[in-house]
């Protein structure tokens, strides 16, 4: 069997590495800018659906979401129904990195894609999609204290 994980692991460490050096020319560090971005295209989400959404456990959600109130990137807002839940929100200085932020995925994008086709480029994408179903099934019931059988 090919090696495929370990080709996605390559893809998704080099594109992490690239952005970690390029986004700190504003104040970005290591994996903030997956919150930041999520929180800007999901205006209110909470923290634990945040941590659902980028696949990370919710102590390290908390850190970068504190992080980034710190550095004044986003707010957190109380429900309006429920005062114990906080929404998360993107600040004005959020919202001015969002577009530079944009445009690297954009770039990185068609960087990875060059040379494939608008079919090509459709059936990768669903692929990784049934992928990452496979793979979230595994990540939820280890996520629930479980472990998996070899």
């Known amino acids: 069997m090919r090696e495929i994980l370990r080709e996605v692991g390559m893809i998704a460490r080099a594109l992490d590495s690239i952005s ?7 104040e970005l560090t290591k994996g903030q800018y997956l919150y930041l971005v999520r929180i800007y295209e999901n205006p ?4 634990e659906k945040l941590a659902e959404m980028i696949k990370v456990d919710r102590t390290t959600a908390a850190r970068a979401i504190q992080k980034l109130e710190l550095q004044g990137f986003i707010e957190k807002q109380d429900d309006e129904t429920n005062k114990k839940i906080k ?13 530079f932020l944009k445009r690297e ?18 059936t990768l994408y669903r692929l990784l999609q049934r992928v990452r179903q496979n793979v979230e ?11 998996r059988t070899y």
Not at 87 to 99: H, I, S, V, W
Not at 137 to 147: A, L, P, R, S
């Open 20 to 26: 970690n050096i390029e986004f700190k020319e504003i």
């Open 137 to 147: 099934v595994d990540w939820d019931f280890v996520k629930k204290g479980n472990k």
């Open 44 to 47: 209110g989400i909470i923290q």
């Open 105 to 122: 995925d954009e770039h990185s994008n068609a960087v990875a894609l060059a040379g494939f086709s608008a079919d090509e480029t459709e």
């Open 87 to 99: 929404r998360l929100f993107t600040t004005e200085k959020g919202n001015q990195a969002y577009p």
